[in-house]
């Protein structure tokens, strides 16, 4: 069975929603930027030590990611969307377990998210754990934007990577595959090991010469489904949670509310740049209507965004340039459909500005994204 859950599409992936999704795609997208340090190092942290168990070496795990290790031990750190991408493209590159991403998600327990992981340790209801898990993912899993369904009998994660303009197929794979071994294996935490999924499907084509997926997953693997779905009986949310303390529970729920706030008081003014542009991309939303909605003044707006090392362009053109990559990648709209719903008056502009951001015009970059799954299974 396949719950529903829209018409998703990665690339190299097998279906496309119409322009309808537009709304749906731009309402997933975070008022977060890309460089913006807000996130615990923990992920990094834990793809460093897989990687080291591997023989590499702490320093070409962490290449580009401007992190040195004494830094990523350090509790106080803080890092960027950018920086855990960067390190992910360097465990494609490092390993050599095909299965790399989903084994070591596997080898991820509740302990390593801190108050996050307490407060779904001790909750008393499987399906509370369930909406809290999705309710605060940010705090655990800046990536992918989660979802969770039931459905006649059957629960599942919906697990969509945001449009980050260097996930390509394989790093897209990539975040898909570790964030399924995440939920496996923190069930367990809380179900106990006997847990098991009934069934995973992607969006992405079965790599060649990979044929044991089934094995790895424990599960039935569909290849270039709708979404990235793992699904599991829903019996297993009927059962009451081992460790479950309702006076812990709540008192850590309090502490997660806290950890969100401090997660948004961190995006500071460019962040709330983000937002008002993000829910006003397709009007034509100018610096001096975000002067007026924030009440600041715009040579203090500018100021204030210059300390923070952007500018409003800066902010209008990233936010237009993922938003861009999103629709070309999970949509069939077509090129002067995306440049009316990024606010851009002629298409040309579009075009240009895109060529601008990826270096190709937005049909080839289209092209590009979905023949990559078999040019990389190919290479």
Known sequence: MMLAAGNIRSPGGARAPTSGAADEIVG??????????????????????????????????????????????????????????????????????????????????????????????????FRETMQ????????????????????????????????HPAVEARLYRFIVEMQFGVHVSLQRDVMGS??????????????????????????????????????????????????????????????????????????????????????????HASLEDVSARLEIPIRTLRRKLHEEQTSFRDILDQLRAEVAIRYLRDTKMTIDDIAHALGFSETANFRHAFRRWKQTSPLEYRRRMFDASRQDDQG
């Open 28 to 125: 997933a997208m975070t008022a977060i930027g890309w460089e913006q340090r807000v996130f615990p190092a923990a992920k990094i942290a834990h793809v460093v030590d897989a990687l080291s168990a591997e023989g590499v070496a702490p320093e070409d795990a962490l290449r580009r990611t401007d992190i040195t290790l004494e830094q990523l031990r350090s509790p106080a750190i803080l890092v960027s969307v950018n920086q855990v991408i960067e390190c992910y493209r360097n465990a494609l590159q490092l390993t050599r377990d095909p299965h790399f991403a989903f084994n070591t998600g596997l080898n991820t327990h509740l302990a390593l998210y801190g108050m996050y992981g307490f407060a779904i340790l001790s909750s008393m209801n």
């Open 132 to 163: 809290f898990a999705v309710r605060y993912h940010e705090l655990a899993t800046p990536l992918v934007k989660l979802r969770f369904l039931e459905e006649a009998g059957v629960a599942a994660w919906m697990i969509d990577p945001l449009p």
């Open 194 to 283: 006997a847990f098991r999924p009934l069934a995973a499907h992607v969006t992405y084509e079965a790599p060649a010469g990979e044929n044991d997926y089934e094995k790895t997953f424990g599960c039935p693997v569909a290849f270039r489904q709708s979404a990235n779905c793992l699904q599991f009986d829903a019996v297993w949310l009927d059962r009451t949670p081992p460790l479950g303390n309702e006076i812990a529970y709540s008192t850590v729920i309090a502490l997660c509310d806290d950890l969100h706030d401090q997660l948004r008081n961190r995006l500071g003014l460019a962040g709330k740049v983000r937002s008002l542009l993000l829910a006003n991309l397709g009007r």
